[in-house]
């Protein structure tokens, strides 16, 4: 694992998609603005496995849409859904698979919870603008730092789908305080990826 606060770089993200969304969880996704970084340490994050995953964009192949999966690890891929929700990922794993993590849920440093992957990238400002965008390099305005989760990490099925195989991961304390309202998972559907 990278030094706390480093940026993550591309040897991070060249691995399947379970082991690095496992590892996401506690990191911090951030965003140069123009008064400073926004930082949301990601809580919630789902694994897809490319082309063999029922749930992933890339189970019939290359398309328009999904060809940045296809494309060099740690590169954002970003989808727009019912006419108003970006949804962001990363592209993991060798080059050709179509592996991603989809970045569901996050938390300001003041505490305060995003969940759901619409309302993360909202926070952040992500569009499709961002899509293909180079997550590791040093010359991007998006990136991801090294974190450490301050509660075990654990793993569930993923939202909205039907596969029961645990390619969830999330940070256990932050999404049991929100169990009164529903989990945080739960109250924003996943779109599939």
């Known amino acids: 694992m990278s030094p706390l606060g480093s940026r ?16 996401l969880v506690g990191c911090w996704l951030v965003r ?6 926004i930082r949301l340490e990601l ?8 082309e063999s995953d029922p749930a992933s ?15 060099p690890a740690g590169h954002a891929y970003v989808y727009f859904i019912y006419g108003m929700h970006h949804c ?6 060798p080059v050709g698979e179509a592996q991603a993590v989809l970045l569901r849920a996050g938390r300001r440093p003041s ?3 995003v969940g759901g992957p619409a309302l993360l ?16 390099s040093r010359s991007t305005d998006l990136w991801l730092e090294a974190g450490m989760p301050e509660q075990p990490v654990e ?3 993923r939202i909205g789908v039907r596969d029961p195989a645990s390619l969830r991961y999330y940070l256990a304390g932050a999404l049991r305080a929100k169990r009164g309202a529903g989990t945080m998972a739960r109250s924003h559907k996943s779109p599939v990826l």
Do not use: I, Q, W
């Open 43 to 50: 809580l919630e994050v789902e694994a897809y496995l490319g």
């Open 88 to 93: 962001l990922n990363v592209v993991t794993g």
């Open 121 to 136: 990238c909202r926070a952040l400002g992500v569009t499709l603008a961002d899509n293909r965008l180079d997550l590791c």
């Open 57 to 71: 964009h890339a189970r019939r192949g290359p398309t328009p849409r999904n060809l940045p999966m296809y494309g």
């Open 32 to 37: 140069r603005g123009p008064t400073g970084p």
């Open 8 to 23: 993550l770089g591309r040897k991070f993200f060249a691995r399947p998609s379970p082991e690095v969304a496992r590892e």
């Open 155 to 157: 793993a569930g099925p």
């Open 111 to 113: 505490g305060e919870v």
